[in-house]
């Protein structure tokens, strides 16, 4: 499974962006696709994920909820990240992933994803 993100930029805080990401492919059973992002210095840190095949399930990381959604066009095997509200300390790198036959209490821990696409900066100046 290749993914190709694509999205991100330089806004303002406050404004808003959207990041998509396209899989080659959806694996069987339970398709996970999520976004996680990484802060100079520091960890990555999960941001959302989505069931794109298998189930519905989403989850959203507490420090965005309310500002960032997550969905899924299911037959482009795509997923977006709609960030509003964007703060300064939303500036990262963020990575589209993907996993197979994950639970959903693992959609948070980036060692359960077996694909990652390249990095997006997004960076929200103050």
């Known amino acids: 499974v290749q993914l190709q993100a694509s999205g991100g930029g330089l806004v303002q805080a406050g404004g808003s962006l959207r990041l998509s990401c396209a899989a080659s492919?959806?694996?069987?059973?339970?398709?996970?696709m999520g976004w996680f992002r990484q802060a100079p210095g520091k960890e990555r840190e999960f941001v959302a994920a989505?069931?794109?095949?298998?189930?519905?399930?989403?989850r959203v990381a507490n420090s965005v909820k309310g500002r960032f959604t997550v969905s899924r066009d299911y037959a482009k095997n795509t997923v977006y990240l709609q960030m509003n509200s964007l703060k300064p300390e939303d500036t990262a790198v963020y990575y589209c992933?993907?996993?197979?036959?994950?639970?959903?209490?693992?959609?948070?821990?980036?060692?359960?994803?077996?694909?990652w696409g390249q990095g997006t900066l997004v960076t929200v100046s103050s």
């Open positions: 992933t993907a996993a197979a036959n994950i639970i959903f209490s693992d959609y948070n821990q980036h060692t359960r994803y077996s694909y």
């Open positions: 492919e959806r694996t069987s059973g339970r398709f996970v």
């Open positions: 989505i069931t794109v095949s298998g189930g519905s399930s989403t």
